[in-house]
């Protein structure tokens, strides 16, 4: 064996680091003599191919993102939008406005009285109306409205549905979407909307103007109206359609009353500052107070259409009406309406006398209902009317001032309200007053004044429209009910 051979390389060798690099880089290129890694790394066909996808891709991520950031910065300086919740009192308004103002770009009138505001004429607005959108995926809402003579009748309103729609104002175009959500409001059962309307920016101003019509145009729809507000879990629910407002002149009350009532609300309204000024806190209360059928309801809602106000109402004894939530009712109550506690001395019943059904009476507790009408957390700016059948079950805490700061007794018709209820029905046939004049006698004779109420009396003219002579002989009736022909029966 030759010693000058060269050894054949061992297993556990270390290899060179040019021949590591080779290995690293692939074969494909050799190694020679003098080259750097980074000549040996560029000069691989497949490591440049790799790197290159690989910045390609980097760099169209990130054109991409800038592309975003780009479209949203525009965006933001080119459009503006408003949200609105279902929840928001402009909600039904916003609807409502929307297909008023698209049926009045149809028929080329105005919506509003906005005369200040000139939109483009001729063939240029004929143009314009051309090329503007309509809604087309509309959505029924169906009410039922009472006449004066007691017929029904339906009325439909198409509203833009749920979806994206373009509408113009004025010389401005909006785009609306209408977004209905998968979850439920579990109080009302109503799922979750929003409606947002997305215009140019310098075109930002006109929603102020768009909601001031809306509000104006849900004025009108309410004009000569009273809406009535029931409480539905913890918030106030309009009840039903409004009703027509109800003359002050058609609640007969004793001489005075009335117009004692309504001289003291209207000087509350007018000193609200007054109150302010001197830290008291700026409420008032009324308690009414009478057998059935002497017209307290009647008088609260005739109150509400001479002040132009609407009625929220709420029954003490109602089931299921806690302390708390009594509270936060009448922290909630809306502008410019009236509060109706109905059945105030069920607070006062003894709840542990069960009914027949297992029932012990209203949840509402003294303590609470004081706490709601003065506490410290009840509400200001209020106007509320506490009505009941029983006055001698209140408590004197109840009735002292700044819970109740008036207390007006509403008894059986006096001789003044018959004769006003008589002329209320009979005025344009009883000319020469001779009527009237042979059943106040009659209504005398009987001993009527203070024992009956004005509800009876009226349902008496009632079943006698237009015919006096049967309402003075039938007059007998209503001191002996068992006397009176029942409309229905003839008995």
Known sequence: MDKNATPPPSLHQPVPAQDAAQQLVGRATPVEPGNSLYAQLTGNPFFTAGFGLAVLAAGLSTAQKGVKRGAE??????????????????????????????????????????????????????????????????????????????????????????????????????????????????????????????????????????????????????????????????????????????????????????????????????ARTWYLDRGIPYRRGYLLYGPPGTGKSSFIQALAGELDFNIAILNVSERGLTDDRLNHLLTKVPQRTIVLLEDADAAFVNRKQSDEHGYTGPTVTFSGLLNALDGVASAEERIIFLTTNHVERLDEALVRPGRVDMTVRLGEATEYQMGQLWDRFYADIDTDRKGKQRFMERARELGLAKNVSTASLQGLFLYNKGDMDGAIAMVEGLANPSALTHPNTGT
Do not use: C
Not at 88 to 114: C, F, R, V
Not at 253 to 270: P, T
């Open 73 to 270: 910065l525009l965006r933001r300086r080119l459009l503006v939008d408003v949200e609105i919740t279902r929840n928001d009192e402009a909600y039904p308004w916003l609807l409502h406005w929307m297909s008023a103002n698209q049926k009045a770009q149809y028929s080329g009138t105005q919506l509003s009285g906005s005369a200040e505001i000139s939109e483009p004429r001729g063939a240029i607005a004929s143009l314009i109306r051309r090329f503007t959108p309509g809604l087309h995926h509309l959505q029924i809402n169906t009410a039922r409205v009472t006449r004066p003579d007691g017929s029904s009748h339906t009325h439909f309103a198409l509203v833009p549905g749920p979806g994206r729609h373009i509408l113009r104002y004025r010389s401005s175009f909006i785009a609306v979407n209408r977004q209905r959500e998968k979850s439920f409001d579990l109080s009302t059962g109503q799922p979750f909307e929003t409606v947002t309307l997305t215009t140019l920016y310098a075109h930002r101003h006109i929603f102020e103007q768009l909601f001031t019509e809306a509000h104006h145009l849900a004025k009108r729809l309410q004009e000569g109206k009273t809406v009535m507000y029931t409480a539905w879990g913890t918030d106030w629910k309009p009840f039903g359609e409004p009703k027509r407002k109800r003359p002050l002149d058609s609640v007969v009350l004793e001489e005075g009353v009335k117009e004692r009532i309504v001289d003291d609300i209207r000087a509350f309204l007018e």
